[in-house]
């Protein structure tokens, strides 16, 4: 399993080009690329298509680590 974005780069493709190929949106598909965006079923099926791959080739778990908050919340007087 690769990145989406190996696999761009090895068919010489840009973010646009994927896009069009997949028919989803510009900014949605840079978001994917990216690790920013985890792609429903339709949308991996769509871009592993327009790369000539499976989707179970493609690794499409995030990139960027989750931040947690901390905070009160509606325990309000109370320290955490």
């Known amino acids: ?13 840009d ?5 069009a190929a997949a028919g989803l949106d510009r ?10 965006f985890t792609p429903s079923p339709s949308q991996r099926q769509r871009l592993a298509a327009a ?3 499976s989707t179970g080739d493609v690794s499409w778990g995030h990139a960027v680590p989750v ?3 901390r905070g009160n919340g509606p ?4 320290s955490t």
């Open 1 to 13: 399993m690769k990145p989406i974005a190996r696999y761009m780069e090895e068919k010489g493709i």
């Open 75 to 78: 325990q309000v007087g109370r």
């Open 15 to 19: 973010v646009g080009q994927l896009a």
């Open 27 to 36: 900014k949605l598909v840079e978001a994917i690329v990216k690790g920013n």
């Open 67 to 69: 931040q947690h908050m």
């Open 51 to 53: 790369l000539g791959v």
